[in-house]
Antibody
Framework: QVQLVQSGAEMKKPGASVKVSCKAS????????LHWVRQAPGQGLEWMGI????????KYAQKVQGRVTMTRDTSTSTIYMVLSSLRSEDTAMYYC??????????????WGQGTLVTVSS | SYVLTQPPSVSVAPGQTARITCGGN??????VHWYQQKPGQAPVVVVY???ERPSGIPERFSGSNSGNTATLTISWVEAGDEADYYC???????????FGGGTKLTVL
């Protein structure tokens, strides 16, 4: 069965960086784009970006462009998201999600369990 | 960027029909997807490509999309349907995703 398993909760100080991982299993890793979506406490869903696991190409949301880097390791079917220059506003649950229906459409058919990142001095 | 507008809240009595809207400029020309999120859980897709229902999602969940409004309809609402619902679209040119602000469905 398809699974996306994320790394554990992180607590960081403002200005630091955080790296979150998402290990995929149960399907051919190269065949589906993967996304990062975050949700601040009590707030809605915010899309952060997409990675093509086959080529490693990425697209980022304008709000985090310049602070986010998404990479993948095909040998372990894992993607990574590094967010730098952390601010208190980056405190959120971070989800990886698989994109289905591409290229004409894209919806998220599987989600990771989420990784809570807390930014506090 | 493309803006999707949802009502913050919708309330409905059990057994009634809930309709949650998602407004956007010519949204009828895009594929709209809907997610249900319960407290402490990851979102789950309940409708994709405007009208399609994933396996395991009850037939009570349906979608439509035309003009400037997409709608998620939940028939015969149950207490277990109480959750936050989000609409989402994909921009095929920019490869960007946009979510609506979310609607909290309360079952009275």
């Amino acid at each position: 069965q398809v699974q996306l398993v994320q790394s554990g909760a992180e607590m960081k100080k403002p200005g630091a960086s955080v790296k979150v991982s998402c290990k995929a299993s149960g399907y051919t890793f190269a065949n589906y784009y993967l996304h990062w979506v975050r949700q601040a406490p009590g707030q809605g869903l915010e899309w952060m970006g997409i990675i093509n696991p086959n080529e490693g190409t990425t697209k980022y949301a304008q709000k985090v462009q310049g602070r986010v880097t998404m990479t993948r390791d095909t040998s372990t079917s894992t993607i990574y998201m590094v967010l730098s220059s952390l601010r208190s506003e980056d405190t959120a649950m971070y989800y990886c999600a698989r994109g289905a229906g591409l290229p004409q459409t894209n919806y998220f058919d599987y989600w990771g369990q989420g990784t809570l990142v807390t930014v506090s001095s | 960027s493309y803006v999707l507008t949802q009502p913050p809240s919708v309330s409905v009595a059990p057994g009634q029909t809930a309709r949650i809207t998602c407004g956007g400029n010519n949204i009828g020309g895009k594929g709209v997807h809907w997610y249900q999120q319960k407290p402490g859980q990851a979102p789950v897709v309940v409708v994709y490509d405007d009208t399609e229902r994933p396996s395991g999602i009850p037939e009570r969940f349906s979608g439509s999309n035309s003009g400037n409004t997409a709608t998620l309809t939940i028939s015969w609402v149950e207490a277990g349907d109480e959750a936050d619902y989000y609409c989402q679209v994909w921009d095929i040119i920019s490869h960007h995703v946009q979510f609506g602000g979310g609607t909290k469905l309360t079952v009275l």
